[in-house]
């Protein structure tokens, strides 16, 4: 199985702040990856298809990049409802889907 | 309005079984591939089976294959987890899933998420 590394595990920002998360394939997926918010209690919801491509309804602060092993989310001027975890998620290799440990935003 | 509503969890066994339901609004479950991930207490999500839109092709996880099955009525729009045999690393939160496509060679991105139900096997 394709493994999905993140960093940091965790990390403390303020309001406004740029936030950048890390994902790292064990293999080239090209740019078969997801990105996930989800909240304490709460299913997670898709931000980011194909590495790139913001869902709908998803707020433009949120930008996915990268393409083979590495790949990385960034939240542009961190709003009050953007603390939580986020997952990626890669789906090169159907159906054997995996997802990365999970990011935790906190404030700091 | 697109909903899913999960329904079937609770307090189980080692051993025993338990079927899970995902009752779907607002789409058919024909159009797309279905997903069931799970989540442990305190722990990262787990992708544990899909079913095509045709209904026709399954997978599983590794670590349920011959225990759980995925499967539909599409007559009643509800998607189905049989859980046999469960052990207690099987304790989790169980979601059900709406992938953006039909199709599982092209699947693989959950756009819609049911609110949880959890399972719990403990003797």
């Known amino acids: 199985d394709i493994q999905m590394t993140q960093f940091p595990s965790s990390l403390s920002a303020s309001v406004g702040d740029r936030v950048t998360i890390t994902c790292r394939a064990s293999?080239?997926?090209?740019?078969?990856l997801n990105w996930y918010q989800q909240k304490p209690g709460k299913a997670p919801k898709l931000l980011i298809y194909?590495?790139?491509t913001l869902q709908s309804g998803v707020p433009s602060r949120f930008t996915g990049s990268g393409s083979g092993t590495d790949f990385t989310l960034t939240i542009n001027s961190l709003q009050p409802d953007d603390f939580a975890t986020y997952y990626c998620q890669q789906y090169y290799t159907t159906p054997a889907w995996t997802f990365g440990q999970g990011t935790k935003v906190e404030v700091k | 309005e697109v909903e899913l509503l999960e329904s079937g969890g609770g307090l189980v066994q080692p051993g025993g079984s338990l079927r899970l339901s995902c009752a779907a609004s607002?789409?058919?479950?024909?159009?797309?591939?279905m997903t069931w991930v799970r989540q442990a207490p305190g722990k990262g999500l787990e992708w544990v089976s899909v079913?095509?839109?045709?209904?026709?092709?399954?997978y599983y996880v590794a670590s349920v294959k011959g225990r759980f099955t995925i499967s539909r009525d599409t007559s009643k729009n509800v998607l189905y987890l049989q859980m046999n045999s469960l052990r207690t690393e099987d304790t989790a939160v169980y979601y059900c899933a709406k992938d953006r496509l039909r199709s599982i060679a092209a699947a693989g991105s959950m756009d819609m998420w049911g609110q949880g139900d959890l399972v719990v096997v403990s003797s």
């Open positions: 194909s590495a790139s």
């Open positions: 607002g789409f058919s479950l024909s159009d797309y591939a």
């Open positions: 079913i095509s839109g045709t209904g026709g092709i399954t």
């Open positions: 293999q080239k997926i090209s740019d078969s």
